[in-house]
Nanobody, 127 residues
Framework: QVQLVESGGGLVQAGGSLRLSCAAS????????MGWFRRAPEKEREFVAA???????YYRDSVRGRFTISRDNAKNTVDLQMNNLKPEDAAVYYC?????????????????????WGLGTQVTVSS
């Protein structure tokens, strides 16, 4: 059973930065995609960013240019560097992992296609 543990959330002023980290344990499938979703109060889960095994990255439009996702395949970790944070970025951020096929497969933006989820880490942005 794969377990994902997030860290790095917190409170930051608008315009500030945070770095989220996630470590996967329990023998995740090789060539798995990893990524981040978020859920704000009274809203649906939404895709934030993902990265496949080969290192290709994918972002939702509202965070492109401000957020950077990266991974270390040897350590089974994924990070999300968030810069120029806005109040609308405030949410619980979830680390996700799933095997989508080849190492170059495009990760899904649909939360229902991700098998493994972390417990989440809170990001609060004050205006």
């Amino acid at each position: 059973q794969v377990q994902l543990v997030e860290s790095g959330g917190g409170l930051v002023q608008a315009g500030g930065s945070l770095r989220l980290s996630c470590a996967a344990s329990g023998r995740p499938d090789s060539a798995s995609g990893m990524g981040w979703f978020r859920r704000a109060p009274e809203k649906e889960r939404e895709f934030v960013a993902a990265i496949n095994w080969a290192g290709t990255t994918y972002y939702r439009d509202s965070v492109r240019g401000r957020f950077t996702i990266s991974r270390d395949n040897a350590k089974n970790t994924v990070d999300l560097q968030m810069n120029n944070l806005k109040p609308e970025d405030a949410a619980v951020y979830y680390c996700v992992l799933n095997r989508f096929g080849s190492m170059r497969a495009t990760p899904s933006r649909d939360p229902d296609y991700w098998r493994y989820w972390g417990l989440g880490t809170q990001v609060t942005v004050s205006s």
